[in-house]
Structures are given as C-alpha cells and as structure tokens.
C-alpha cells in the first residue's frame, strides 16, 4: 500500500484530490466537501470539472483516500452530474478553534475545517 492509497474520512479530504469513475477514469478534482458538521453527516462533494462545478451524492461515493475519490459513477454518469443547487453563503468561522478545550486542540493539530452560516 502506498501513501495515495491510505483510506481517509471525508473530513480529511483535501481540495484538488482527483475524483474518478468506477473504472478509474478521472472526472474532476474536490472543490470542497458538503456536511453538516454538527451532526457529522456527509453530504456529497462539489466537484471541479471540465464543465464547471458538478455535485457528487454522497451514496454515488466509494473510497476515499489521500490520492483519489473513488465514486460509483459510469462516464455516462459522470457527463449528467448536477449543479450544486442553492444560493447559500458560508464562511469559515475563525473561532472554530479557540479555547483550551480537546475540540479546539484537535482542530488547530490537524486544520479540520469547519463551515458556519453568514449572518447576514
């Protein structure tokens, strides 16, 4: 096994990671991963492609790993992917991390990102 193939959670999945097709033919790269945090739901992936930003579900996912996304999608597949739908705003909040607490070192050891909703 090398570096590429250790398995990662969705929430150590780093922007420009190759997204693939079930036989392996690369679609795009991860633009940012959709999730609840505060209830630790994944939710898909927007992928960058060719054709713009597409939206990758959740349950179209396979194996995540440090060098590529694994999807269940064909080719034909993967040309039909949607839009991310919505207008919603987020932002990173620069307090995630403050504090002395357990949650806060792990986020400052290991740079998770955490997403809030502006207020506007």
């Known amino acids: 096994m090398t570096d590429e193939d250790t398995p990662i959670a969705y929430t150590a999945l780093q922007k420009g990671t190759p997204v693939l097709t ?3 033919t690369e679609i795009g790269t991860v633009e940012h991963v959709l999730q609840d945090s505060t209830i630790d739901l994944f939710d898909g992936i927007a992928v960058k492609t060719t054709a713009g930003l597409r939206f990758v579900d959740a349950n179209l996912v396979g194996r995540i790993t440090t060098g590529a996304v694994q999807t269940s999608l ?47």
């Open 22 to 24: 079930a036989d392996g």
């Open 74 to 120: 064909t080719s034909d597949d993967a040309a039909a992917l949607p839009e991310p739908e919505g207008t919603e705003v987020l932002d990173a909040d620069p307090d995630e991390f403050g504090g002395n607490g357990l949650s806060a070192w792990f986020g400052r050891m290991f740079m998770r990102e955490h997403w809030m909703r502006r207020k506007e």
